[in-house]
């Protein structure tokens, strides 16, 4: 199995997620794309996130009607904070012949060496570095490979850092739960059906 993983807070999930996964889904052929919504999230100390549960639910409605996208509970049912090396190593045991790619935005990339043991995670899985809008790909972190739109990927046997430049969705978690503070409408950053959902929950207002 070609497994492309995308890990997030999710809070909520946006069109921005959607669009690097279907990049990644594309450029790689995956089987499958799986988001997985952190418990809680290591990297993120900024504000109080809703319920894990409610942002569980938000990844499955976005996901629903793609084929190959999944959403997994590997970090969700741990209850506690997970850190992402844990997560793929967990992934890659239990599949340990399949290929793993490992898909974040230029702005996570740009502070990588602080995740915990960001070296063994270059070892565990492919990376696929999307570019988000207003975050530079940082060229010193380790060798790298520049993707073009529409090329057809095949995955080489030892882990490898892509960069896919051409991502271009500037929508943020951060822009949505604003809007809705407001009282705007952010209708068109996010899926129907989660648009529905967090006005249903009144989650951000
Ligand atoms: P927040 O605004 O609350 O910080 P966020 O929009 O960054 O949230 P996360 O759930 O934290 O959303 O992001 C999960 C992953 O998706 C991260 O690797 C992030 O870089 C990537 N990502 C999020 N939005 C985009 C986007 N618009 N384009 C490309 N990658 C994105």
């Keep these: 199995m070609r497994i492309a993983v995308l890990g997030g807070t999710f809070d909520p999930i946006h069109n ?16 499958e794309v799986h988001f997985v919504p952190a418990y809680s999230a290591p990297h993120k100390q900024s504000h109080e996130s809703v319920s894990a549960f409610h942002r569980f ?11 190959g ?16 090396v844990d997560t793929l190593q967990q992934m890659r045991s239990n599949d340990p012949q399949g290929d793993l790619l490992f898909i974040l935005g230029t702005d996570m990339y740009l502070e990588f060496e602080t995740w915990k043991n ?21 060229e010193d972190l380790a060798e790298y490979r520049v993707l073009h ?5 095949t995955l080489p046997a030892t882990p490898t850092v892509f960069y896919l430049p051409f991502v271009e969705q500037p929508v943020s978690s951060t822009t949505v739960r604003d809007a809705c503070r407001r009282g705007s409408d952010a209708s068109a950053s996010v899926p129907p059906a ?7 929950h009144q989650l951000y207002s």
């Design 16 to 31: 921005g997620h959607l669009a690097a996964a279907q990049s990644v889904s594309s450029t790689f052929d995956t089987d």
């Design 194 to 200: 989660v648009w529905t959902y967090i006005n249903k």
């Design 69 to 84: 996208f999944r959403v997994s509970t590997i970090e969700v049912d741990a209850m506690e904070k997970r850190y992402t």
């Design 57 to 67: 639910a938000m990844v499955a409605l976005a996901t629903a009607s793609f084929e």
């Design 118 to 138: 960001y070296r063994s995670l270059l070892g565990l899985a492919h990376l696929a570095v999307v570019h988000r809008p207003g975050f530079s790909f940082r």
């Design 149 to 153: 739109k529409g090329e057809r990927v």
